[in-house]
């Protein structure tokens, strides 16, 4: 359209005609918010999308967006060194690639002093897909390498506002959802679990209104994006999420004269709320809270974002069979392989966009064993099918193992690594 705002063509008219019937229903909040993300990749706690459609996360973009640190290969080595134990897959693999003050953290641990672990999940659905088991997984290695405690929060009082899920649907989620977060392996002896909607009050809703003072209404707008439509629910969640990052929001864990500091592994599409959080810790007299934080796990579709919930196809989840693993993985796993067996034998898969590829890399423990798959199917070598087969079994296994791990949680074990209790042992 020219600088005078009249289309000068049809064509162009026609195009106008579409634009503007296309923001006719959106308020002026809502308009803004749309203009400014266009052209822009969106990462924010409750929406990811690539710049472009079909386009793929900018992960460095987000980096100096986001103000945050690349894990280097240094920070990976000392983990192994002070642990005595080989980095987790996903920190070799750079699956969690990105840091605020984890050399802190590992400074702190040299010098002899304690910290925590603090992650969560909103619980939204009744099954975990393979996207929601990567910051646990990965949490239970850090649990198990550096043997500190861990506070895991179930956000069903988030998840009741955002999804428009009944309070009763959300904590029955919640407890859902933990059975499969117990089937990870968590020490109960260091491991506390809540729910917000059960937990919240006393010294940790004093945190939360403390943190509350200090972030504006400007601020919080900034952060997240909120608009004049969103309802006021929303606008209050982050500091519940904040709040864990503190410590006497745990006093039952730790006493009033303990400080230890806090390591939070999580997607990074959850840095927002912890930019917030560590700019009022010190105002607060706490430590900023360290973060270690990983990619998107992609959909079968493509490498466009992360795994929807909303389509489960694009999906693994916990609950399916094997069957119904082998058919997502043949029919929707996205192939980087030719268009013919002559052309593939020719000029090889392109990694970049091939999804069981980056799903080996996310689940298939040996590193020869993918190198080898890699260097044969990027040559030609191998087939789309037979790098498929291999995530087949990979993913059955790890589907099995887990299935058979929480059929062995009850009700019982769920009551007792979320009761509200000291954890005498937590850091021998």
């Known amino acids: 359209m020219p600088r005078g705002g009249e289309p000068d063509s049809p064509v162009r008219a026609t195009a106008f005609v579409h634009w503007l ?10 308009f803004l918010k749309m203009e400014e993300k266009e052209g822009e990749q969106i990462v924010t706690p409750w929406e990811v999308a690539a710049a472009e459609k079909g386009g793929k996360i900018d992960y460095d973009k987000l980096i100096d967006k986001f103000g945050c640190q690349r894990l280097d290969k240094a920070l990976v080595d000392r983990v192994a060194h002070l642990t005595g134990r080989p980095p987790h897959v996903f920190l070799r693999r750079g699956v969690f690639f990105a840091h605020r003050d984890f050399n802190d ?7 002899g002093e304690r910290f925590y672990l603090y992650t969560g999940r909103g619980p939204s659905s009744e099954a975990l897909h393979l996207g929601h088991l990567v910051p646990f997984m990965f949490t239970k290695y850090l649990q198990d390498a550096f043997k500190v405690p861990l506070v895991i929060q179930l956000t069903d009082d988030e998840k009741c506002m955002w999804k428009n899920l009944s309070v009763e649907e959300s904590q029955r989620l919640a407890r859902e959802n933990a059975k499969d977060i117990i089937a990870c392996g968590f020490d109960i002896s260091r491991t506390f679990i809540f729910s917000d909607f059960d937990y919240v009050g006393g010294s940790f809703y004093k945190n ?3 943190i509350a003072k200090c972030v ?21 969640f982050p500091p519940v999420q904040a709040a864990p990052s503190f410590p ?3 006093p039952h864990l730790f006493s009033g004269k303990d400080n230890p500091r806090c390591l939070i592994p999580c997607a990074i599409d959850q840095d927002p709320y912890f930019r917030m959080t560590r700019d009022v810790a010190p105002r607060l007299g706490y430590h900023k809270p360290a973060l270690i934080e990983s990619s998107f796990f992609p959909a079968l579709q493509g490498e466009t974002g992360k795994m929807s919930a909303s389509d489960p196809n694009s999906a693994i989840y916990v609950t399916d069979s094997e069957k119904a693993i082998k058919n997502k993985i043949n ?6 392989g030719q268009d013919s067996i002559e052309n593939h034998r020719k000029y090889g898969a392109n990694l970049e966009v091939d999804i069981p590829i980056k799903y080996l890399g996310f689940f298939l423990e040996d590193d020869e064993e993918l190198e080898h798959i890699r260097t044969e199917y990027s040559a030609g070598r191998m087939l789309t099918g037979e790098v ?17 791990a929480r059929a062995a949680v009850t009700d019982e074990m769920v009551d007792a690594f979320m009761a509200v209790r000291p954890l005498p042992n937590m850091f021998s």
């Not at 029919?331 to 980087?336: L, V």
């Open 248 to 250: 006497s929001s745990f």
């Open 388 to 404: 498929k087969k291999r995530l087949i079994e990979v993913l059955t296994e790890l589907v099995k193992r887990h299935r058979a």
């Open 21 to 30: 019937s296309s923001v006719a229903s959106l308020s002026f909040d809502e």
């Open 105 to 111: 953290i590992l400074d702190a641990y040299e010098r």
């Open 208 to 210: 939360m209104v403390k």
């Open 216 to 236: 504006t209404y400007n601020k919080v707008v900034g952060i997240f994006g909120f608009t004049g439509e969103d309802h006021i629910g929303k606008v209050s």
């Open 331 to 336: 029919r929707y796993a996205f192939s980087g």
